[in-house]
């Protein structure tokens, strides 16, 4: 059973930093293009970032130049480690795994986890 893990949500003001980890079990993940996505209050899912097998990453307009995804195949884990924060990247971010690539839509990912809250405000 495919299982996904997100963590490091929280309250953080404008311009500030967080880590969110996904942590991943029930299929091979080293074999895997994984990804980030998220929904602000009353609004659709958002791509953020995906991460090939080969490391290779990709990113949302909105985010690029501000946030970085990394995976470490040996922990079964994927980071995404977010910098200037600003108040439109509040919402829930959930870790997804991939289903096609390239994957830079919702639709190419055909799991994800609970997710986890950001919250960006003064």
């Known amino acids: 059973e495919v299982q996904l893990v997100e963590s490091g949500g929280g309250l953080v003001q404008p311009g500030g930093s967080l880590r969110l980890a996904c942590a991943a079990s029930?299929?091979?993940?080293?074999?895997?293009?994984m990804g980030w996505i998220r929904q602000a209050p009353g609004k659709g899912l958002e791509w953020v970032s995906s991460v090939w097998t080969g490391g290779s990453t990709y990113y949302g307009d909105s985010v690029k130049g501000r946030f970085t995804v990394s995976r470490d195949d040996a922990k079964n884990t994927m980071y995404l480690q977010m910098n200037s924060l600003k108040p439109d990247d509040t919402g829930v971010y959930f870790c997804?795994?991939?289903?096609?690539?390239?994957?830079?839509?919702?639709?190419?990912?055909?799991?994800r986890g609970q997710g986890t809250q950001v919250t960006v405000s003064s």
């Open positions: 997804a795994l991939a289903r096609r690539w390239p994957a830079t839509t919702p639709e190419d990912f055909n799991y």
């Open positions: 029930g299929f091979t993940f080293s074999l895997n293009a």
